[in-house]
C-alpha cells in the first residue's frame, strides 16, 4: 500500500495563477482532509470530505476550493494564488467508521510545499 | 478556543534519557492525539487517548491524560537519535455547532532532539 500520496511535491506559483493539488489514498478510507502547516501556526484544516461526493468548509477555507469525484482522491484547488497562500499543505484520511470525524487515526501524507510570488 | 498547546517549544537531550513533553488545552475533549514529523515530512498518528482513559502505552511511548487539569503528556523512554522530530497534540471536540461535528485542533508542536 502506498498510503496517503500527494501531487506535486513542491511549486512556485505567480500571485493570480490557478493550480490543483491531488491527494490519493489507497486505503479505503471515507474521511479525507486538507490542512495547511504555517510556521508557528500549527496545522490548521482547510476542508474536509466525510464521502465521495462530499465536501464541507474548516477553519481556513477562503481561497480554495476542492472536490470529491472518487472516493480515493481528494482535490484541492488554488483558483486565483496570492502570496498569503505559501505553505505547506498536507492532504490526510481516515477509516470513517469510529462514530464520527476526529475520533480515530488520521493518516498523512508527505505534504506539497507551495511558493507564491 | 480549545486549541493544545505544548511545552516546551523545543527540547534537546542526550541518548538514552527520557523525554517528556506536555500539552494543555482549554475547553472539553472528546480525544486527544499525538503525531510526530520528521523533518519535510508528513505528521504520524502515535497513539489517541479518549477523554475517559487516563493512561496508554506503546513501545517506549507512554501518553496521560488528566482532564480534571485539562493537560496530556507524552514520556518517551530511552530515546534514540531517531526520534528526533517535532511533536503534535491535537485535541478533538465538538466544534461550534455541536452534535457530531467534532473539531481536530493541532498544536504549535515541541521540537525534540536527541543528541547520539
Known amino acids: 500500500n502506498a498510503g496517503v500520496t500527494q501531487t506535486p511535491k513542491f511549486r512556485v506559483l505567480k500571485t493570480g495563477q490557478s493550480m490543483t493539488l491531488l491527494c490519493a489514498q489507497d486505503m479505503n478510507h471515507e474521511y479525507m482532509y486538507w490542512y495547511r502547516q504555517d510556521p508557528g501556526m500549527g496545522l490548521r484544516l482547510i476542508h474536509y470530505?466525510?464521502?465521495?461526493?462530499?465536501?464541507a468548509k474548516g477553519e481556513v477555507p477562503d481561497g480554495y476550493n476542492v472536490s470529491r469525484l472518487k472516493k480515493q482522491n481528494f482535490l484541492l484547488g488554488l483558483e486565483s494564488a496570492a502570496p498569503s497562500q505559501t505553505s505547506v499543505y498536507f492532504c490526510?484520511?481516515?477509516?470513517?467508521?469510529?462514530?464520527?470525524?476526529?475520533?480515530?487515526?488520521?493518516?498523512f501524507g508527505p505534504g506539497t510545499r507551495l511558493l507564491v510570488l | 478556543s480549545q486549541q493544545g498547546e505544548e511545552d516546551p517549544q523545543a527540547l534537546s537531550i542526550q541518548e538514552g534519557e527520557n523525554a517528556t513533553m506536555n500539552c494543555s488545552y482549554k475547553t472539553s475533549i472528546n480525544n486527544l492525539q499525538w503525531y510526530r514529523q520528521n523533518s519535510g515530512r508528513g505528521l504520524v498518528h502515535l497513539i489517541l487517548i479518549r477523554s475517559n482513559e487516563r493512561e496508554k502505552h506503546s513501545g517506549r511511548l507512554r501518553v496521560t491524560l488528566d482532564t480534571s487539569k485539562k493537560s496530556s503528556s507524552l514520556l518517551i523512554t530511552a530515546s534514540r537519535a531517531a526520534d528526533t522530530a517535532s511533536y503534535f497534540c491535537a485535541t478533538a471536540g465538538r466544534g461550534k455547532s455541536g452534535g457530531s461535528n467534532y473539531k481536530l485542533t493541532f498544536g504549535k508542536g515541541t521540537l525534540l532532539t536527541v543528541n547520539p
Open positions: 490526510a484520511s481516515s477509516y470513517g467508521q469510529a462514530g464520527g470525524l476526529y475520533q480515530e487515526t488520521q493518516y
Open positions: 470530505s466525510v464521502g465521495e461526493g462530499t465536501t
